[in-house]
């Protein structure tokens, strides 16, 4: 793992995103500040702007206006030297299904350039880092939902990035695969990583985030410790109630 002196892991400033066609920014000046080996979530209903604030600081999209980066460099235009330090666990399924896990992680290894007298070694330690050495060589397209979400985040942390992406890791999944996907993630961070992380399960953020955003109409409405949030709220007694108040009841499709 590439070690940097940054201090801070992301910084955005006035961070803007405005799709062709749109009839509102999907970003309108969104600021936020990740301080390095801190899980840090990212919370707000659908439309709210999280997946496309990942995109932009994992250099998939490029922004309108503002200024974001990821461990002092410039999404805009350092994008090579970011994606060398990040890793990304997609919201969908981003796997072979054809293929065994231990397949699907070996080709991401050779798309990762890591060197491949480590590869085989590498690929050993994720698989047993999310429980699944014992099926690693059945299809992926055998797997429970928990398992390909489990290969999922293997092959995000396959390189040890200094920064991981999680868009919604545990969604639709078994709760026992949940609780293994968050101890891992809690081992990664005392490792020394750091994590961005979305989400729609608020005990699941209570439990997992340092620090937290909520964000609607691309904007940052609250943020802290879930601690403070809650505390600072008179009438909520938990972070979905301060939720709730905050971005309102009606549903977002």
Known sequence: MIVSAEKNAITTENLVKVYAHADRPAL?????????????????PNGAGKTTAISILSTLLQPTAGKATVLGYDVGKQAKAIRCLIGFVPQDIALYPS????????????????????VNERVGECLELVGLTDCADRRVA????????????????LHEPEILFLDEPTVGIDAQSRNLILERLIELKGAGMTLFYTTHHMEEARQLCDEIAIVDSGRVIAGGTPEQLVGAAAD??????????????????
């Open 28 to 44: 309108d000046g969104l600021n936020l500040n990740v301080v390095r080996g801190r899980i840090f979530g990212l919370l707000g």
């Open 99 to 118: 293929m065994t896990a231990r397949e699907n992680l070996c080709y991401f290894a050779q798309v990762l350039r890591i060197p491949a007298r480590r």
């Open 142 to 157: 055998t797997y429970s939902g928990g398992m390909k979400r489990r290969t999922n985040l293997a092959v995000g942390i």
């Open 236 to 253: 909520c007694d938990n972070l979905e109630e301060l939720f709730l108040s905050l971005t309102g009841k009606q549903v977002r499709d």
